[in-house]
């Protein structure tokens, strides 16, 4: 086991009508809001009312910075950034999902550093303070809303960089399954297997950590029992819980402790899919996941293994690969680059997007040799 | 799954040598600490002298309380608390197991406390303020590194209460497994049946929770895959910083969210025996968790066979708590009073101190009649 510090320091208020803690909470970090969400679902499915009525209730103002694009873009942060600065806001509440959360994430130690938002994320420039963070969440996906890490993407260079800090970890996160009832079914998909990839982003990291594999089996079996029951079921509040309680465990760090690292290749494969097609996350993932399996067959065929055994009762590494994209199928996500449209004459482009990106995990890393046969696994 | 909070404060470093991170947190609280220990061994074990090594380079004066005893008494926690008044001192450091670090989280509240610190405990009074505490621990059982609870015992009225508040989190925990390697057998026995009884409180307590459940499963099956290994090989530090980390996670919390409550009437039952013949914490859950298993066998045989499918592949409430039983055995804990020298004669007078402090837990509670049916278990 590798040395580590546990610490998490989000309060996380889950359940049924947990907004109602919002006002109380917004008070303890000041008066002005900037209030940040995607492109208006939220007017019609009544959260946006909520939330401004805790507000009104708390005397807290607000101005809004709406449409954030899914696979969020640095455009919309330079702007809310822009505008959050103007206004003098105290802090920052995002009300969707991983893609406001995570524009928030960047807006929140944007509005107080001069440069360049881009060179906060490109690493080139440090953070050295923040505006405070509210997260309510509306899918159950990305985790973000309890760890320090955002994901966004430059549209005019094709990149797609994540970004890690303890200055941007939210201070408050509201997470009321009820808000991801009205979720459509393929979004809901998206979602599920979005949760299971961060599983695997830590199961195939750096350094042995028995107990976190054990976390690990344990929240990709609950996705296993609860996520195509949700998927016929998608208005079942209990089994929207189950969901939304795996993903947020998934990626608030529970899963690393005690190891070096974890992986991340895989994601890193998606975000090239992403930036290039507007592929959502979790679809583009369920392409790459069971084709770096292949490629990892032969690399680490006994920790291929012994994922299947806790998971599927299975004795091989190929049998481990075929129930895992079995289960991406039953999870109703596209596991070939086919299913969403895109074919070997995109080949090329993808592979040269590679490697302007660099994909490869921190583990495992990946040569130009490996891209080529990793798409053509994609595309098989 | 019940709504909950998420929420756990303490920054915990793990790992080999983690004391060096020492100075710089102490710093972040003050200048004078109160230092508090148990019966010295940390003097001839060299740990002292790396706590007030770290002191001494961020110029840190310090003075001490020492002598803690297992089982802490509320007479230690007044004199500790007047010392630490008199003296001003910034924030506590509590070098030790459970026993210290209960003691410390009672001190922390009872020093900017007027009245009798025993009000406190039996919650007569509320704390309204701390002195921030710091825990660097030397043996792992009870989880208080990082949780809000402490246990403390009155030897004059018999009395040995659990308290639970936001205040009591410690700041810091400092857990390196090479604290524990001079731990003897039979306290390591005792550690690991503590953190077992610590799932089984959460398992059996009101309301479902599928993760949570999950979880259960995986700190009891890391503490039976390494537990017994770490018996037959007490000098390996692998072993010890698995156990070590199990038994944190089985106290912080991850276990309980999503639950109404845990339930800790074994634990009620284990105290009685601990305040009345000072047996050791874990010792009397290993004996009180089989009986009590034995008295819910017909009132929850689903609930039981379920933690035996996942635990040890039985089918039956019978074979699990045969297995549960037999664990406690391998681990070297005893499973009856006779084990430890109480005998039938003990009967009406631990059913009598049973009754005054109301054995029982939050969710499964027990009668006077119930109370003869589990002693008897314990004696057969």
Known sequence: MENFVYYNPVKLHFGKDAIRKLGQAAQSLGKK??????????????IYDQVTDQFRQANITWVEYAGIRPNPAIEDVVAAARLGREENVDFIIAVGGGSVIDSAKFISIAIPYDGSAWNLVKGTARPESNIPLIAVLT????????NKFAVVQNNATSEKLGFGNDLIYPRYSFLDPQYTLSVPKNYTSYGIVDLI????EAYFGKGEATLSDKFVYSIIREAMEFGPALLNDLGNYEL????????TNALNNLLFYGRESGDW??????????????VPHGASLSIAYPAWLKL???????????????LFN???ANDTIAEMESLFGVLGSPV????????????NKIIQTMIENKVGGAHHKLSEHDYEELIDLCLQ
């Open 296 to 310: 990892m067959k032969d690399r680490i065929p006994e920790r291929i293994e012994e994922l299947g055994k806790h």
């Open 197 to 200: 990839a961060h599983c695997l």
């Open 265 to 278: 290749g895989v994601h890193t494969i998606g975000h090239v899919f992403s930036v290039l097609y507007d």
């Open 33 to 46: 809001a900037l209030l940040l969400y995607g492109k208006g679902s939220i007017k019609s499915n009544g």
């Open 336 to 347: 070939r680059l086919n299913d969403i449209g895109i074919t070997v004459h995109q080949k």
């Open 240 to 247: 929207r819980a189950k969901i939304m309680y795996a993903a």
């Open 139 to 146: 899918l159950a996906a990305t985790g973000t809303e309890m």
């Open 314 to 316: 299975t004795s091989s």
